[in-house]
């Protein structure tokens, strides 16, 4: 399973910034997509996640900036970031968990992207 990250870039304080994420391969469905960072010295950290059913969850410091949204016909997952603020400077990584089977069993596993570069200058 291989996830492409698409995206990022640097803008200005106030800016907005769109993520996309693509999930391929062999897999029997996506469970969850979402998208973590990580700045320097810092653990990556969650900034938003969406399930199978469209639920959300956001990370306090994203909540009423950044919308995540997913085409599960695309299995695609984005990430609209808007009045972007000097402190989302980061890694942005996509994350999905999917059903895959291994002989006769359906199991869930964890992938991540290779990362796409967000700056936001002051």
């Known amino acids: 399973v291989r996830l492409v990250e698409s995206g990022g870039g640097l803008v200005e304080a106030g800016g907005s910034l769109s993520l996309s994420c693509a999930a391929s391969?062999?897999?029997?469905?996506?469970?969850?997509m979402g998208w973590y960072r990580q700045a320097p010295g810092n653990q990556r950290e969650l900034v938003a996640h969406i399930r199978s059913g469209g639920s959300t969850n956001y990370a306090d410091s994203v909540k009423g900036r950044f919308t995540i949204s997913r085409d599960d016909a695309k299995n695609m997952v984005y990430l609209q970031m808007n009045s972007l603020k000097p402190e989302d400077t980061a890694v942005y990584y996509c994350n999905a968990h999917v059903k895959r089977f291994v002989a006769t069993y359906l199991n869930e596993y964890e992938y991540w992207g290779q990362g796409t570069q967000v700056t936001v200058s002051s």
């Open positions: 391969g062999n897999f029997f469905s996506v469970v969850s």
